[in-house]
């Protein structure tokens, strides 16, 4: 916390979880940024995804699903919303069908964040809105270091031929000099890909790569031990929910079988503790394919696991001396 304001998600103990406005934890919705640590924010654009569409109700279905998350992250040991300030900042006022506008307006508000060194957690919308994030955000702090959790590696040049969707992503932040290559890795990545040549083109721009074959030989704690071993601060983390199976997230616009379960995702997300992300986002979900709210509820709760992270990070200050 900088300083006298603190906002806390509403008690849930003395207001039902199914009453008023649903924000992200029950959070106060607000774009007043004084003293605030960290804010969730929508990016609700869709117009880049290669297949099914919806993900411009992800920040809607993510924030409905979160309503059930309680103040105290016992396998993190850390209370969030104690140690932090945070805020519901709304969405970005995206432009459908029109990715260039999207992305000045999504720089808009994320320089403002930027700014004021306040942690960002967007929920997606679709993978291609993590471009202008990392923009504004290596833009303030540098070459960033990528810790990317994804079915797909999103390196290609072009779909249609055009160059922004959100297969490509990972490629245009490259060529924009936004992410130290050497200091990134892919994870989780599987399905078929256009050629033999898919992955090692991406290991020639720099990046390491985990498959999920990787991931089933040697276990989630190699992988967390070699993540900490790459990357550097700052970092950001970016989270495509189809990294996850589609038995446990089918809400989503390019589903692979094969991926991490609800609880390794937990569990991966848990071991990046230490890790000094400056920024994080979750896209890709979409609450038109999901049944009974099983993928936007994953999501709701790996959010809830990066807020954790940052509350860590935060109290791991000496200014910090809280109990719990
Ligand atoms: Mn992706
Ligand atoms: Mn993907």
């Given at each position: 916390m900088k300083s006298s304001r603190k906002t806390y998600p509403v008690d849930s103990t003395k207001s039902p979880r199914f009453a008023g406005v649903s924000t992200f934890a029950r959070l106060p919705y607000s774009r007043d940024l004084t003293d605030v640590d960290a804010v969730f924010v929508?990016?609700?654009?869709?117009?880049?995804?290669?297949?099914?569409?919806?993900?411009?109700?992800g920040p809607k279905g993510v924030r409905e699903n979160?309503?059930?998350?309680?103040?105290?992250?016992p396998a993190l040991n850390v209370k969030p919303f104690d140690v932090l300030n945070v805020v519901?900042?709304?969405?970005v006022d995206v432009v459908p069908g029109y990715i260039e506008d999207t992305y000045t307006r999504v720089e808009r508000e994320f320089s403002k964040l930027a700014e004021e060194n306040i942690t960002p957690l967007t929920c997606g919308g679709d993978h291609s809105i993590t471009l202008p994030i990392l923009r504004m955000l290596s833009r303030r702090y540098g070459k960033l270091s990528l810790v990317h959790v994804d079915a797909?590696?999103?390196?290609?040049?072009?779909y249609f031929g055009k160059k922004y969707n959100h297969g490509t992503v990972f490629r245009r932040a490259l060529e924009e000099g936004l992410i130290e290559p050497r200091r990134s890795i892919h994870i989780a990545l599987r399905g078929p890909l256009f050629s033999e040549h898919d992955y090692g083109e991406v290991r020639r721009m720099g990046y390491s790569i985990v498959t999920m074959q990787d991931i089933r030989e040697n276990g989630l704690d190699a992988v967390i031990r070699r993540v900490k071993t790459l990357v550097r601060p700052p970092a950001y983390l970016s989270f495509d929910i189809?990294?996850?199976?589609p038995s446990v997230?089918?809400?989503?616009?390019t589903p692979e079988v094969g991926g991490l379960l609800a609880h390794e995702a937990l569990e991966l997300i848990r071991g990046f503790a230490g890790i000094e992300f400056i920024g994080f986002d979750l896209v890709e979900v979409s609450p038109p394919y999901d049944h009974a709210g099983i993928t936007a509820m994953l999501a709701a709760n790996l959010l809830y696991e990066f807020l954790s992270l940052t509350a860590l990070r935060k109290r791991q200050t000496p200014t910090s001396g809280e109990t719990l």
């Open positions: 929508g990016i609700p654009f869709d117009d880049a995804t290669t297949f099914r569409p919806g993900a411009r109700f979160s309503l059930l998350l309680r103040p105290y992250n519901d900042y709304g969405d797909h590696h999103d390196c290609w040049d072009e189809d990294a996850c199976d997230a089918p809400g989503t616009g």
